[in-house]
């Protein structure tokens, strides 16, 4: 294969890494595939000189020992890159920074290669893609289309192959909605995961940097190398646990009720969302009827209520100085800021505390909300000539996931059928609680690969991308899941008297195993509640019934504080030879008891009519 047809998905560049491939020839390419675009993707594209030192710092380098080595990337025109104006998408607003925004850093750390600056809406101020004075950001697979935004040149960069994945920022769903646009996934990490540091800000509180890549597994493994606490970063938070993983199935996922979807008269959007629920059933997953009004009320507050005034704050010198620099819609925005209130801040803050406690509840039904990433898309003359209103329509599924720190991907979900954007792409959102990126971007990619896609706009397939091997799957900042899987054999198990005592605890079945063939199963004397002493012995054994479930390891010292003498956790062998804490017996426990192994576990003795 010629360089000029390598896929840079992180699979296929390892692969051509590992068959001799050299990064100088790969960023040559890359280059070259950047300083062609006819799209408007790019504010700068480094020159060869200054891409130079760049990749002769992987001179030498092995590159199975850096998970992102040679990996090349784009960064919206908003994050810092050493060396290269950072101008968010204002000309006279440029300035050139001294030194790389801290994830960046981390980035190149781990072996990946900026390779240019990205397009945007003008201070990250939009969802379309048409308001920089650098030209409207076209779209990947119609130029007469939006790309979506505000992230618009970092999402059109990786869907037309020139870069495996790039940096943008999300404050209202700019990180998902031209992933929709454009075929790709679309992480909008958990609030602080990524570090804000070196990176201009449009609403402090609520800006994450977001990637967007090729495949799930792909921002994956760019998540796992960019993900680290920065204590320069007020905002900065440490990784945490992402507890149950409900990625594998099954799963509970909530929908909007039909009175909370609206596509803006795209029947092709509906059908593909009523696809996509159907494809999330057939993954395992149970869909839980939602009610979005109080997120939708959420979203609202993002333009209509105080935090305006944080993009005023962000930009106050510069937008006092030369307003008329800032693009009309852009400024009409920005400017409305000048006059929030203190009252006005403080209200809409203790109105939003009160509305996430409403939306929180529902993650005591469900793991996971799907809803469509944007209900439409328009055409770039469209949106010029109504650019407040259609640009509103944009974030009505978006707005509210910032405000109430929720983190989501945007994935793929299909090609519209018909209507005026026929053919274009069109994609879901996955969204979960705060550092449950993990799960999702599983779960992203289980429901991505159920289809024969291309890769964003390339002539490659999904089908041929194998998820990347580059990283550890279970860590992303050094946190894993924070989890303990349990074996139960008896009044534990599903629809038994005391299951509720896991699943108040938020423990996920996980699987029904047989133990090893070690163990005699023993019906206890007393009661109420009836149980069994499960003893492993030396012979006379069988295998034992079992299910295992998964709790979040904060609970498991509860629930373990409540078991009763003579039962206790210890390790439990399962007939696949591996171990798993569980419940055992001590050999006291047994006097008195009724030997119940030969029907191979509680359930079976239970059906018997529980005879002694």
């Known amino acids: 294969m010629s360089l000029s047809q390598l896929s840079f998905d992180l699979a296929s560049l390892q692969a051509a890494y590992r068959s001799g491939t050299t990064v100088r020839e790969v960023i040559a390419e890359a280059l070259a595939r950047c300083r062609a675009d006819t799209h408007h993707a790019f504010i700068h594209v480094l020159s060869d000189a200054e891409a130079a030192p760049l990749v002769a710092r992987l001179d030498g380098v092995d590159p199975a020992s850096l998970p992102l080595f040679g990996v090349p990337f784009a960064l919206k025109d908003n994050i810092d890159l050493a060396g290269i104006p950072t101008t968010a998408g204002c000309p006279e607003f440029a300035y050139t920074p001294t030194g790389s925004a801290f994830l960046v850093q981390q980035l190149m750390a781990a072996g990946a290669v900026p390779v240019g600056k990205a397009n945007l809406d003008q201070f990250a101020t939009g969802l379309n893609g048409t308001r920089s004075p650098f030209g409207a950001c076209n779209n990947a697979f119609d130029p007469d289309f939006i790309s979506g935004g505000s992230s618009s040149g970092s999402a059109v960069s990786v869907a037309k192959g020139c870069v495996s994945f790039s940096l943008g920022t999300d404050t209202a769903g700019s990180g998902r909605v031209p992933a929709s646009f454009n075929n790709l996934v679309g992480l909008k990490p958990t609030l602080g995961l990524l570090s804000g540091s070196g990176v201009v800000p449009a609403c402090r509180s609520l800006d994450t940097v977001s990637i967007f890549a090729l495949t799930a597994a792909d921002a994956q493994a760019v998540l796992g190398a960019a993900a680290a606490f920065d204590a320069a970063d007020a905002y900065s938070r440490a990784a945490q646990p992402f507890g149950v993983d409900f990625s594998a199935g099954p799963f509970r996922f909530g929908v909007p009720r039909a009175q909370d979807l609206e596509?803006?008269?795209?029947?092709?959007?509906?059908?593909?969302?009523?696809t996509s629920v159907e494809r999330l059933k057939s993954l395992g997953g149970t869909p839980v009827d939602v009610d979005l009004t109080?997120?939708?009320?959420?979203?609202?507050?993002?333009?209509?209520?105080?935090?305006?005034?944080?993009?005023?704050?962000?930009?106050?010198?510069?937008?006092?100085?030369?307003?008329?620099?800032?693009?009309p819609p852009v400024r009409t925005i920005i400017e409305g800021g000048r006059?929030?209130?203190?009252?006005?801040?403080?209200?809409?803050?203790?109105?939003?505390?009160?509305?996430?406690?409403?939306?929180?509840?529902?993650?005591?039904?469900?793991?996971?909300?799907?809803?469509?990433?944007?209900?439409?898309?328009?055409?770039?003359?469209?949106?010029?000539?109504?650019?407040?209103?259609?640009?509103?329509?944009?974030?009505?599924?978006?707005?509210?996931m910032n405000l109430l720190d929720y983190s989501a991907v945007a994935v793929p979900s299909g090609f519209l059928a018909d209507g005026p954007a026929q053919g274009l792409p069109w994609g879901v959102t996955l969204a979960a609680p705060a550092f449950k990126d993990l799960a999702?971007?599983?779960?992203?990619?289980?429901?991505?690969?159920a289809q024969d896609f291309k890769l964003g706009a390339t002539s490659a397939r999904l089908a041929q991308a194998p998820a990347c091997t580059g990283l550890p799957s279970g860590e992303v900042g050094a946190a894993g899941s924070g989890t303990v899987r349990v074996a139960v054999c008896g009044a534990h198990l599903s629809g038994l008297p005391l299951n509720h005592q896991l699943t108040s605890r938020g423990a996920r079945l996980v699987s029904s195993p047989l133990s090893a063939p070690d163990y005699q199963l023993h019906a206890l004397a007393g009661g109420p509640v009836q149980r069994p002493g499960m003893v492993r012995v030396t012979e006379g054994g069988a295998p034992i019934a079992l299910e295992v479930w998964e709790l979040p390891a904060t609970h498991f010292g509860s629930f373990v504080a409540g078991i009763p003498a003579p039962l206790g956790i210890g390790k439990v062998k399962l007939a696949d030879g591996s171990e798993v804490p569980g419940f055992i017996c001590e050999g006291i426990g047994i006097t008195g008891a009724t030997d119940i192994t030969h029907f191979g576990g509680w359930r079976a003795w239970l059906a018997a009519g529980s005879p002694r």
């Open 263 to 274: 596509f803006f008269g795209n029947d092709a959007a509906a059908t593909l969302f009523t």
């Open 294 to 327: 109080p997120f939708l009320e959420a979203a609202r507050l993002l333009y209509d209520g105080p935090w305006v005034a944080e993009r005023y704050v962000a930009i106050q010198d510069f937008i006092n100085a030369q307003p008329e620099a800032v693009f």
């Open 339 to 400: 006059s929030v209130s203190g009252a006005q801040a403080f209200a809409a803050s203790y109105r939003l505390k009160a509305l996430k406690r409403v939306c929180d509840a529902i993650w005591r039904d469900v793991d996971c909300l799907l809803t469509p990433t944007a209900g439409t898309l328009y055409r770039i003359a469209e949106m010029q000539a109504d650019p407040i209103q259609l640009n509103s329509n944009l974030g009505r599924y978006t707005n509210f």
């Open 440 to 449: 999702l971007l599983r779960l992203a990619d289980r429901f991505h690969r």
